[in-house]
């Protein structure tokens, strides 16, 4: 099995900055790509921006210019950069890997999230 951790997620207020982690462990041979998603206490789970093993970065228009994706010491590690926090913002982030495994093929692998809150 492959587990996400992320890390990284806590109160801030209004116009400041976070840095989520997020690391992949467990039996995978390969890491296509890993991206951050985000749901808030109204809203239905959006993707925030994603990036490939070969660096790719997508971000969502709306976020692009304040959160930034990027890759850690290896393809199993991402960060995700959020600046100039609004109230928002605040949601739970989830972290997913795009995986191959051993004995379940290729999968999407999700963590259990880190809470971001922003205070106005």
């Known amino acids: 099995q492959v587990q996400i951790r992320e890390s990284g997620g806590g109160l801030v207020q209004t116009g400041g900055s976070l840095r989520l982690s997020c690391a992949a462990s467990?039996?995978?041979?390969?890491?296509?790509?890993m991206a951050w998603y985000r749901q808030g206490p109204q809203t239905q789970r959006e993707l925030v921006a994603s990036?490939?093993?070969?660096?790719?970065?997508y971000h969502s228009d709306t976020l692009a210019g304040r959160f930034s994706i990027s890759r850690g010491n290896s393809q199993s590690e991402v960060h995700l950069q959020m600046n100039g926090l609004q109230p928002d913002d605040t949601a739970v982030y989830y972290c997913?890997?795009?995986?191959?495994?051993?004995?379940?093929?290729?999968?999407?692998?999700w963590g259990k999230g880190t809470q971001v809150t922003v205070s106005s």
């Open positions: 997913n890997a795009d995986a191959d495994t051993p004995q379940a093929g290729r999968r999407v692998f």
């Open positions: 467990g039996r995978f041979t390969r890491v296509w790509s």
């Open positions: 990036i490939t093993s070969g660096g790719n970065a």
